[in-house]
């Protein structure tokens, strides 16, 4: 079992949004802006496209975003795409360690 | 560009020692990060195992803290994984990366190292 709990699949048609949540506690979530999310496709290495709850590295389009509200992060992909479709997985400090969501497998309809 | 690249044995016998090392490239390994390991099981997801400073300042999983050690080498702008008394829940790929201080900016990854724990 995850320390942290995401919806197990999330679909949206191209064009639409969708969003993901990550819910903790106060001593994950809740207690750190550390939190990051990342997106993987089969067989590849995970690609980060959020830290910090809302900062994008460089390259990543800003149809990404993420937000955090209490024990919960969200991460909203907009204008979905073809592409986007894949496996999403949220992190958070916890004071060390570092835990992890389940995973949401986001399916491009 | 810095990169990064994991190595070892693909293949574990139960109660052995899984030994990974990963090789940093392009970049200096005390230019003040932390490198760090992240594990999937096939199928699965993410769990983070660890992390170093260079100054040798380690953090551990609590529930892999009594098998695991991270260490550096900076002589050969390496880090290493020893995980002791593997079982098949240790197969996983296998995921070294950098990791910013203060922040959960994660950057540089090696490709994955797949590690099979069977006999």
Redesign the interface.
């Known amino acids: 079992q ?1 320390a942290l709990t995401q919806p197990r699949s999330v679909s949206g048609s191209p064009g639409q949004s969708v969003t993901i949540s990550c819910t903790g506690t106060s001593s994950d979530v809740g207690g750190y802006n ?3 999310w ?1 997106q993987q496709h089969p067989g590849k ?2 690609k ?1 496209i959020i ?2 709850v809302t ?1 994008r ?1 460089s390259g990543v389009p800003d149809r990404f975003s993420g937000s955090k509200s209490g024990n919960t992060a969200s991460l909203t992909i907009s204008g979905l795409q073809a592409d986007d479709d894949g496996d999403y ?1 949220c ?3 916890a004071g ?8 949401t497998k986001v399916t491009v309809l | 560009q810095l990169q990064l690249q994991e190595s070892g044995p693909g293949l574990v016998k139960p109660s052995e020692t899984l030994s990974l090392t990963c090789t940093v490239s392009g970049g200096s390994i005390t230019s003040g990060y932390y490198w760090a390991w ?1 594990r999937q099981p096939p199928g699965k ?4 195992i ?1 992390e170093i400073y260079h100054s040798g300042s380690a ?4 529930y892999l803290t009594s098998r695991v050690t991270i260490s550096v080498d900076m002589s050969k702008n390496q880090f290493s994984l020893k995980l002791r008394s593997v079982t098949a829940a240790d197969t996983a790929v296998y ?1 070294c990366h950098r990791r910013t201080v203060n ?5 540089y ?4 190292t797949l590690v099979t724990v069977s006999s």
Not at chain 1, 96 to 103: H, L, R, T
């Open positions: 995850s550390y939190v990051s990342y290495v995970p980060l830290y910090d900062k590295p997985y992190c958070s400090y060390n360690p570092w835990v992890f969501g389940g995973g | 992240i997801g993410l769990e983070w660890g953090y551990y999983s609590p995921y922040s959960s900016f994660r950057d990854w090696g490709r994955g």
